[in-house]
């Protein structure tokens, strides 16, 4: 049984790993200025980090907002490359957002006395359609590339989707794809039907080889045509891109 998969969950496991990261990062940063390996940051250094980052105007982080809800642009947009989402403002959506959602919406925009962009991350379909039915979730623009969650609504994605995303992640991707899919032709291909002659040849050959390479070739060409026909493009473009063409 193929599980679902929850992107708000998705989105959390990323949160932590970056978390950890950054942990790890101080404290080895710590221990070199201990031992004297680097220089320690100056006051200059650690008021321009100051200056550049966003305090929400007045609001008081720490009791207003749940940190855990705040998710960075860098979380977000791996979760939309490696799903194939989209995170988008809320006025390119166009079927109506449920009721309970615009509450919770509403209630945040009183509760910060400002008015908020709002940006939902779903696939692309569910922009476009009118009765969407995949998961979405959606949040307050806190600016600084920081993004609150509010709400989610829909039916979670099938796990499977990851890996029929993996393909059009990138061009390293698509170039993998193309390889490994070509090299699963070849070895699962009889001989027989490779070779025209009565007499096959043992099973690794020049001739398979030369199949290999005709499968590359091949599925190239089919991934070309779906990118430039279709106009159809990698998630690594297109997760905020508002093209639906």
């Given at each position: 049984m193929i599980k679902n998969i929850d992107i708000h969950d998705v989105l959390q496991n990323y949160q932590e790993r970056i978390a950890e990261q950054q942990r790890d990062k101080l404290l080895?940063?710590?221990?070199?200025?201990?031992?004297?390996?680097?220089?320690?940051p100056t006051i200059n250094d650690e008021f321009d980090d100051v200056s550049q980052t966003n305090i929400?105007?007045?609001?008081?982080i720490n009791k207003v907002l749940d940190l855990k809800k705040i998710f960075s642009i860098t979380e977000?947009?791996?979760v939309c490359i490696d799903y194939r989402l989209r995170f988008l403002d809320s006025k390119n959506y166009a079927a109506e957002i449920p009721y309970n959602v615009y509450?919770?919406?509403?209630?945040?925009?009183?509760?910060?006395?400002?008015s908020i962009n709002f940006k939902?991350?779903?696939e692309t379909n569910n922009f476009k359609a009118k009765y969407p039915n995949s998961q979405h979730l959606i949040f307050a623009d806190l600016g600084n590339n920081e993004f609150y969650f509010l709400a989610k609504w829909g039916n979670p994605f099938s796990n499977i989707r990851?890996?029929?995303?993996?393909?059009?992640?990138?061009v390293?991707?698509?170039?993998?794809?193309?390889?490994?899919?070509?090299?699963?032709?070849?070895i699962i291909t009889p001989s027989s039907l490779i070779v025209t002659h009565h007499k096959v040849e043992s099973y690794f050959s020049m001739i398979r080889a030369a199949f290999y390479f005709y499968c590359v070739i091949f599925l190239a060409a089919v991934f070309t045509y779906y990118i430039v026909a279709l106009r159809k493009n990698?998630?690594?473009?297109?997760?905020?891109s508002n093209s639906f063409i």
């Open positions: 080895t940063e710590a221990y070199n200025i201990l031992n004297g390996t680097e220089n320690e929400f105007n007045s609001l008081t977000i947009r791996k509450l919770k919406c509403s209630a945040f925009e009183i509760k910060t006395g400002k939902i991350l779903t990851k890996i029929s995303s993996y393909p059009f992640k990138s390293e991707t698509a170039i993998a794809s193309v390889f490994i899919f070509a090299l699963l032709i070849t990698l998630n690594i473009t297109e997760w905020d």
